[in-house]
């Protein structure tokens, strides 16, 4: 089976790019049997990380080679130590922020949600905070790292919308502006040092308490109740299947030593190098077309 895939992000002038998946089993990229391994052990746990959004424009943390792809994002310690790492977090993501909530599903996600309704997973842990897999309609979803559309006042922990502290972050910084952005996964944006140090950064309405993104910055932890929640998903699934994370992160490569303890099978499918490679079946395969292949393989077997 050949599937053709046009105007793909990897391939910016638009020209057809045609991939041999799936059911082509000579192919050395393709682990023989996996799609139908796969197919067997199901529901599968699904755990994604930002390679399922990279062709949404958010770029990923790292490369194929599991190196950082840019300079670290800011640390948990960092930002609630230093006032000015909290000026530089709030300036760039005033910037960066519209591109992360005006981001478009991938085909990736449109994909699982379809998978989902089947049966064929049973639950999604993910690792980004984008919550496209929610806006493309899949519903048994967990935010391990928690979710960018938020914010949480550290004193009172009442949460605002990140459209809301948008508004105050406009309203008080009118001189901060830039047509074109880099966006970063963190929801962040490059921005110059000297205008880093300009930066008025809004106080909880109901208290004015520190405001953080309800998210988990690296160094960080995550609540005891979203590791319970994700880690009963695994117990009810027959199998692993990770899509689009190198899994340098321990809170998600946690979940292949799970499998692994559980003899569940484990499966892989991402592009570059992953730490649990030697632990699984992998394909090595962008989540978009992986996907559509998964899929259509179901739909046979159907
Ligand atoms: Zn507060």
New binding site residues.
């Given amino acids: 089976m050949r599937i053709q895939i046009k105007n793909r992000t990897d391939n910016p002038r638009g020209q057809a790019t045609t991939y041999d998946v799936a059911m082509d089993t000579t192919s050395e990229n393709f682990p023989k049997n996996f799609v139908a391994e796969l197919t067997e052990a199901s529901p599968a746990l699904v755990v994604t990380g930002a390679g399922i959004s990279v062709s949404t424009g958010i770029p990923t943390y790292r490369d194929e080679t599991g190196k950082w792809l840019r300079s670290d994002p800011i640390t948990h310690q960092q930002f609630l130590g230093d006032f000015r790492q909290q000026q530089r977090y709030w300036g760039r993501s005033l910037l960066g922020w519209p591109a992360v909530r005006d981001a478009k599903p991938a085909p990736g996600h449109r994909l699982l949600a379809q998978l989902e309704h089947k049966g064929f997973l049973s639950h999604i842990v993910t690792q980004n905070v984008d919550r496209l897999h929610q806006r493309a309609g899949s519903t048994k979803v967990t935010d391990l790292h928690g979710r960018l559309d938020r914010v949480v006042?550290l004193?009172?922990?009442?949460f605002f919308s990140r459209d809301l502290l948008q508004k105050d972050l406009e309203h008080l910084n009118p001189g901060i502006n830039h047509s074109t952005v880099s966006a970063r996964p963190d929801g962040d944006a490059d921005m110059p040092d000297q205008t880093v140090e300009s930066v008025k950064v809004p106080k909880?309405r109901?208290?004015?308490?520190t405001l953080m993104p309800d998210v988990v910055f690296f160094g960080g932890s995550i609540p005891a109740k979203r590791v319970t929640e994700s880690k009963l998903a695994l117990e009810r699934s027959n199998s692993l299947l990770v899509i689009g994370s190198s899994l340098q992160v321990y809170s998600g490569y946690r979940f292949c030593k799970w499998a692994a303890a559980a003899n569940k099978p484990i499966f892989l499918m991402n592009p570059g190098k992953t730490r649990a490679d030697d632990m699984a079946k992998k394909w090595q395969v962008d989540a978009d077309t992986g996907l559509e292949s998964l899929l259509a393989a179901t739909r046979e077997k159907a």
């Fill in positions: 006042c004193s009172c922990k009442t909880c109901e208290c004015e308490g």
